[in-house]
């Protein structure tokens, strides 16, 4: 490759040859021009302060992830403990209505925790096990309160001659309230 005169500084076309000379002989090509470079010796030490500043910033980034990470354990756990509070809440709430429409204490509870989990199988079966609850409890009720038959009258056994005394509006009586009136008057002995 040809060294080139034209980009030294100070070079004319003009120059005659010993101008040239003298140019060129200023010249030092042992010597770079190294404005706008840094020197190797600064380069070394900003890298070497750059990469400590990368390996700490790694290591702070792990310490910050790590307590990303138990922050977000500790709101997971929070969601939690949250959401049982609630179920239970909603199973005391229902529980108390169950009570309050005359549900045993067992089947309120097990109603109660069927509605909070989504259940609505179990909840309409436990339904219908208290409208036969109630329906038993009607019933028995309203034998109780039938009266007893009077002592001696022979429990109210009729034969025919007793039916022949009655008049018509309790032989009307008898007759439908015992489907096998005939048979209950004809094994009678008089």
């Known amino acids: 490759m040809a060294f080139d005169f034209t980009k030294l500084d100070g070079y004319k076309p003009e120059m005659s040859p010993e101008e040239k000379l003298a140019l060129l002989d200023k010249y030092e090509p042992d010597k770079p021009d190294l404005t706008g470079y840094i020197q190797k010796s600064t380069f070394d030490k900003t890298a070497s ?3 400590e500043a990368k390996r700490q910033l790694k290591a702070k980034q792990t310490e910050e992830e790590r307590k990303e990470a138990e922050r977000l354990e500790a709101e997971a756990a929070m969601k939690a403990e949250l959401e049982a509070l609630r179920r239970d809440k ?3 709430d229902s529980k108390a209505k169950f ?11 097990e109603t109660a925790k069927a509605l909070a989990d989504g259940d609505m199988d179990k909840v309409f079966a436990n339904q219908q096990i208290h409208i036969d609850n109630v329906k038993k409890a009607a019933a028995a009720s309203a034998l109780a309160g039938d009266p007893k038959p009077p002592a001696g009258s022979g429990g109210g056994i009729v034969d025919k001659k007793t039916f022949d005394a009655m008049n018509s ?3 009307i009586k008898f007759i439908s309230e015992n489907p096998n009136w005939k048979e209950i008057i004809t ?4």
């Open 187 to 190: 094994t009678k002995k008089e």
């Open 99 to 109: 009570l309050g429409l005359g549900y045993d204490e067992k089947l309120a509870t």
């Open 90 to 92: 909603t199973i005391s």
């Open 49 to 51: 302060e750059l990469a």
């Open 169 to 171: 509006a309790d032989q």
